[in-house]
DNA sequence: TTGTATGCGTTATCAT
DNA sequence: ATGATAACGCATACAA
């Protein structure tokens, strides 16, 4: 491995005019600069992280925690949070899994993003009593060194009931997502709000586990114990593939039997036939929001939690009914 | 920041007592190990990656490398590498953006895996020339420090073509991925000497990319020449997609007029109407290998080239045609 | 069994 | 404008 003390040798300068030199640091002279740079381009220098960490304290990489790599990957929003990132000359890492927790303590991330169950509160309040700067997108987290950056799942989950409910529905279903959920918790909330201010009507709850699966397994709940259309809120848009999917080969249809809506405006939910009813965000946005709020934390510039709003996409997937 | 110097100060003993006790060296009496370990619990100490990696020259890290995030198409891929890894001491992170390149030379990475267009090939033999640990999964590399774990695309290719011949098929077109492809360059090469293979029939390569709009693209151009049953190889799963699309509201149907093959085996390709046909493969294998190859590499246990087998996976959007 | 001393590659403070 | 030198936190060879 080549270090500055090879470059200075081969310069004839001392370790520290290189370190200048390199660092653009005008105290050097333009002209032992340049031969300095061109030595180091010559010997294939590069600079070695550990050793420039250990004495800056700090990497200038940030690191997203996700619970997996698996399903949803949440490509758009890594990208945002990437492309934001490395405007503002940070680095982006994706992580996952308990193992690699160890990363923010021992120094390796100059910050977090967290959107990783496996994460306890307790963890991420130890962290950030340590001076660790995080930003949590599944979760409500107070602390000085934690900002929040929320999809609001509460206005989602509402405009998704009140359409229902103004498409005449009077028997809704919502599918929920695991336990412990904080968008599945967030959302059911929200319905169970508009159920009651909506007064009279059937209302039943079906656990779920936000996967292709557990929708179907609800689907066909319902279908056993059908005796008239009934609408059905999943609470992701990946259960509502899982209710299409159920229906398949029984005389149900979707949009006519079962009235579906998801939330997260995923890709093939346009594809689906009859197209699905979601809620719909903009996850690039998401993820830069998050990414620029961590960055601000980092420079003590006075980052917000923020809120990132959620518009209603209609489909055929939910008919009307009555009258 | 506590360090094992404030340990020691605490524990009343010197520093090296303590990094021995840290490290289960069995120099150090059971006692002061006890005393010491219970100090460094009590002041919450955590090693320090940077020191740590400056002194051993390793970090335990393993970086994995991808063009985009975008496109859910690597979960399993990934969640093989990293149980493999986790299992051999190492942690996994995702990075992507010719940013994030620095980190391999740097060393803050003791290897690589590659899936990233955006690494030329000279960029990564100067790495392996560097002593740097390479596992490529996008292209044939020769060097002693990079082995290779590629999918067997010529026997997928050369399965689907096959499969649409058998069927009666005279007419044929292959959906290409980008120029520059090594997966797609491979497919088409096997292709063409299925087709060469099979003596008279009608030919043609339209260029796609891998995406779903140039899918449809396809389709399109292939409906306006219409003039009988054509079989189409989709070189993957999401074009194939997009064709599905450009036929929504077309007189023509999949498996009927245009008969469809894709590879990849996603997700949804089996609740797609036809089900698609398609090149299956274990994705989650492919990662586990790729991870095994480069710890092996890293131990320098001889690691060695391997390869990812393929099956074909028949379907509706496939019928038969002829005789 | 424990302590002392050195160095990993950088940055940065202080002399010169 | 440049050089000598001291940290940063840890591991380890060697001394006691």
Redesign the pocket.
Known sequence: ?V???DI?KHA??????V??A??GNP???E???KRILAVAKELN????A???T???RETKIIGAFLTTFEGAFYGELLQGMKEELNKRGYDLVICSGTQSHRMLPEGMLDGAIILDRLFSDEELLLHAARGHKLVVLDRELSHKNIVQVLLDNKAGATFATEYLLRQGHKKLYAVTGPEGSFDSEQRLAAVRQAVQRAGSLQYAEIRGNFDKASGAAAAKRIIEEYDGPAAVFCLNDEMAIGVYNALEGTPYRVGEHLHVVGFDHIDISDYMQPRLATVDYSERRWGALAAEQLVKLIACEGAEHERIYVSLVEGESVGRVGE
Chains 1, 2 share one sequence.
């Open positions: 491995m270090s500055i003390k200075a004839g300068v001392s370790i520290s005019t370190s200048y390199l660092n105290k050097v002279t002209e032992t600069s220098y590069v600079p070695n550990a050793a420039r250990l004495k800056k």
